[in-house]
Each structure stands twice: as structure tokens, then as C-alpha cells.
């Protein structure tokens, strides 16, 4: 059993091998790869897709899963062996059960789709990706169609990055926190607005970088291990363990935009670096789930890089690169600048306030264009009027309204936005117990000191990769289930105090 348990990990890591080139080819693509590279470039990631496809599903693998399932049931459930064995499973099920020529046929459309989404974008007009958005829809209601058997056509694609997430569980809980945050939001901005002018000076995107990575790396991000460029949307991208890279955008007239997407990307990249290095070149060297990835990225940008202890510490020294812009503002204003709640267009600059019911708005869309109650078409009008119910404005056009996100032009529909409010709702819920844990993490943080939440974190979370599921982690950590109360107490205590509520 020995033996073929090292048969098997022999044959994920050179999986793991060209799903890292597979990577390293959209990294590549969302940096530095010039215009006249997407054609080429759909091909190339569609053969690397269709081989990796191909080497997963061999029979061979599914040989040695089923010669070591006995073996499996005879090993500690959370020891890394079982972790291995069942993790590989979960891959091998779900791949097994989608044709080769499906993936390189789905991936080529997806190359050539995200072009089409930056042209779109440029043209601000959604007409022109319309056509492969509905073509997207179709490849999306296929692939759910490969896995007979859910209760809703979303589950198998939400399955893909939230294991054991069901729309029967995430739809009653995304219905309560929406009716817990449209009163919060609306309590918030009848209060007199905040002024955020202190930011929005020119601020040199030079030292805007270089103040984010000092920020970092105080954080626990190691370069030896990662680096940072520049690309349209923001993103992590993890090629090993030992290299897990980050990128930013940059507004010179808005200095929270690089700062806070910069310590978002480096909350995903401190997990990945914080997984068991045994781990390497497995299924096992992954996040648990895109919430539980996405509480980090959170928890690091808004408790931890929002909070006033956060810039009782780098204020300061935030003031010495910008004399200038900020040697007169005061922290006070300052701190509120960057908690501004604003009924606001765009998802990825949405206070935290506001944040989730842009998610949740997206996820709605997705059950209702996968069920045939929306058409693709009538997507900008019903973003519209969500906008207008949920958030009372409306988006001018379609560059600040559906054609915002990359998510189903470079992907698919289903799957693709749930992860975000889980990983809000996680954030708090982890946050709350690594306090109690350790009450002295803020004043820590008041002097510059992040090794302790850290630390708890990498115990409790990044070490285990992806051998426990979110809810298993949840229940690891606070001995129940997931809820929204932990963050919804950190909301209300932060904003309440900010805001007079």
C-alpha cells in the first residue's frame, strides 16, 4: 500500500507540473503577453488543459484509488496520507466524468472569451461579448449537466471551488445576511456623508507600490517565496509553494486602490505559503475552499488592514512617503476615509458594508440565468433595477455595470461569486476566535507585530491546505456550525461606532 500510495502521488505531482504551466501561460496572458499573442495563446492553454484532463482520468489513477480505499479506511481521518488519498478522489470523480474533448473545446472559449471581455470593456459595450456570454451559459449548463444527481444544476459548479456548499445552504444564508445589511446600509448613509478627499489626491504610483509592499512583507508576505506586477483585474496565482505571486492596479488619484488590493492578493498568497511544504505537487497544496481563500484575503484587507490599530502603526510612516498629500491630515480622518460606506457601482472598491450585496446580486443572477429565468440579454436591465432596489443607484453604462467583473467572461456562470460573502462571513467567524484565543492580537497589531494572528492562522487554517473542508475547519475552530453572527457583530460594532448608529 506504501508503494501505491507513492504511485499515486508520483502521478498528481506531474499533473500538479502542467497545471502549474497551465498557470504560468494565464499569468502570462493577464501581465505582460502582448494583444497578439490570445489567438495562440486559447490553443496552447486548451492543449495543456485537454493533456492534464487526460493524465487525471486515466484509468490507471482510478485503479490505485480504488486498490488503496481499504487502506485509506484503516488511517487516521485527518493524517496526511487519508488527506491525500481523499482529496485526490474528489478530483478524479469529477474529472472522470467530463469528456477530454469537452475541456479543450470549454478552455479554448474561455481564452478567446476573455479577449473578447477586454475589448468590451474598452468599447464599453456589452453587445460585443454578449454572443460569447451566451455561449458561456451553454458550456456551463453542459458541464453541470456531466454530474446527474444534485438538487439544483448550480451545486456541481459551485462544487468546484466550495465543496459541500449547496445552493440549499448558501441561498437561506446569503437571503438573511442581505435582510440583516439593506437596514445597516440605509441606517449608515442617512447619516451626514464622509469626506474621503484625503485620499483621492495624486498620489505617485511609484511609492503607492512600494509602500504596499513594505505593508506586506510586515505582514508575513514572503518575496523570497512571491512578487508582485501590474494587470487589469487583480489576482493571486500560485505556480508552487515556493512561488506565489500577486498583482495590483494602480490609481494615482485614489491611493486606496492599489494599498488595499495589494494586502487582499497578499491574504491569499500568505495561505498558500503558510501550506504544509509536505504537501507540494498534491491536491492536498490548495486552499480548502474559495470562501475559506477568500476569508484571508478579507480578513488581512478589512479587520486587520482597516482597523484603527492596523494605522495607530503604519499612519505614520504612510505620512513620511506622502508629506505632501497627508502630513496634515490627521489619523482621525484619515481611519474614516478609508471605512467610507457609499452606495457605490463598483464590487471590487465596495466598502465593507456594501460588499456583499454586490456578491450577492451575482449569485442571484447565476441561479436565475442557469434556471432559464433570465436571459443573457437581459442582463444590464436586470442589473439595473437589482442596483437601484439593493443600493439605490443605477450603473450609467456597461462598463461600470455587468461587463465589471472577468469572472463569467474568463470562466463560467455558476460557481463564480459565492466565494466572496462565505469568505466575508469566515473572516469574521475566524477573527473572532483567534481573539479569543489571543486578546492581545490588536494591541499587537497597534506596534507593527502580525506574527500571532499569523501564526493561529497557519495552525489553524493554511497548514492544513486542502484536507479539511470549510465546514470542517469551522467546526475544527469553533466546535459548530458556519454562521453570519460573528461578522455581523463586527459590522455593526465597527460601523456603529464610526457611523453614531
Not at 490505485?64 to 488527506?83: C, I, M, Q, T
Request: aromatic share 10%; charged share 30%.
Amino acid at each position: 500500500m506504501k508503494e501505491k500510495l507513492a504511485q499515486l502521488r508520483r502521478r498528481v505531482q506531474e499533473i500538479n507540473d502542467l497545471e502549474a504551466i497551465l498557470s504560468l501561460a494565464f499569468w502570462d496572458q493577464a501581465t505582460y503577453m502582448p494583444s497578439g499573442g490570445g489567438e495562440a495563446r486559447a490553443r496552447q492553454l486548451a492543449t495543456l488543459g485537454r493533456i492534464s484532463h487526460e493524465k487525471l482520468t486515466d484509468p490507471a489513477v482510478g485503479q490505485l484509488l480504488e486498490d488503496l480505499r481499504e487502506y485509506e479506511k484503516e488511517l487516521p481521518a485527518d493524517s496526511d496520507e487519508a488527506g491525500l488519498i481523499r482529496a485526490t478522489r474528489r478530483k478524479y470523480e469529477k474529472a472522470v466524468k467530463i469528456p477530454s474533448d469537452f475541456i479543450s473545446e470549454f478552455y479554448k472559449h474561455q481564452s478567446d472569451s476573455y479577449q473578447v471581455w477586454m475589448r468590451a470593456r474598452e468599447e464599453n459595450d456589452f453587445e460585443v461579448a454578449r454572443p460569447n456570454l451566451e455561449k458561456t451559459l451553454e458550456y456551463s449548463r453542459r458541464l453541470a449537466e456531466f454530474f446527474p444527481g444534485y438538487e439544483h444544476i448550480a451545486d456541481p459548479l459551485i462544487d468546484f471551488s466550495d465543496p459541500g456548499m449547496p445552493v440549499s445552504v448558501i441561498r437561506p444564508l446569503f437571503a438573511e445576511l442581505r435582510r440583516q445589511l439593506i437596514p445597516l446600509v440605509e441606517a449608515i448613509t442617512e447619516k451626514p456623508a464622509v469626506s474621503d478627499a484625503c485620499v483621492r489626491q495624486t498620489f505617485p504610483r511609484d511609492k503607492q507600490l512600494a509602500f504596499g509592499l513594505e505593508v506586506i512583507k510586515r505582514l508575513g508576505y514572503d518575496l523570497d517565496r512571491g512578487r508582485q506586477d501590474l494587470t487589469a483585474h487583480p489576482f493571486m496565482i500560485k505556480f508552487s509553494l515556493g512561488d506565489v505571486r500577486i498583482t495590483t492596479r494602480v490609481k494615482e488619484d485614489d491611493l486606496r486602490e492599489a494599498l488595499f488590493s495589494t494586502i487582499h492578493e497578499a491574504g491569499h498568497a500568505m495561505y498558500e505559503q503558510g501550506i504544509n511544504r509536505d504537501y507540494e505537487g498534491t491536491p492536498l497544496a490548495e486552499g480548502a475552499s474559495s470562501g475559506v481563500h477568500e476569508s484571508q484575503s478579507r480578513l488581512w484587507e478589512n479587520i486587520v488592514g482597516r482597523s484603527r490599530e492596523f494605522w495607530n502603526y503604519f499612519y505614520p510612516r504612510l505620512q513620511k512617503v506622502f508629506p505632501g498629500e497627508l502630513g496634515s491630515v490627521d489619523l482621525d480622518t484619515f481611519y474614516r476615509a478609508i471605512n467610507k460606506v457609499e452606495r457605490s457601482l463598483i464590487r471590487t472598491d465596495a466598502d465593507e458594508v456594501t460588499y456583499n450585496l454586490h456578491v450577492i446580486m451575482r449569485f442571484d443572477f447565476e441561479l436565475d440565468l442557469l434556471e432559464g429565468r433570465l436571459a443573457v440579454r437581459d442582463l444590464p436591465e436586470a442589473w439595473r433595477e437589482r442596483m437601484k432596489a439593493d443600493l439605490g443607484i443605477e450603473p450609467p453604462d456597461d462598463r461600470t455595470g455587468v461587463l465589471q467583473d472577468m469572472h463569467w467572461y474568463q470562466e463560467m456562470i455558476g460557481g463564480m461569486f459565492q466565494g466572496y460573502t462565505l469568505g466575508n462571513v469566515l473572516s469574521g467567524l475566524f477573527y473572532e476566535a483567534a481573539l479569543k484565543a489571543h486578546p492581545e492580537i490588536p494591541s499587537e497589531m497597534e506596534r507593527g507585530e502580525f506574527g500571532t494572528l499569523r501564526r493561529w492562522l497557519t495552525e489553524n487554517i493554511y497548514r492544513h491546505g486542502s484536507k479539511f473542508t470549510a465546514a470542517e475547519l469551522v467546526e475544527r475552530i469553533t466546535g459548530g456550525p458556519m454562521t453570519i453572527e460573528p461578522y455581523m457583530r463586527y459590522l455593526r460594532s465597527k460601523y456603529g461606532e464610526l457611523y453614531g448608529l
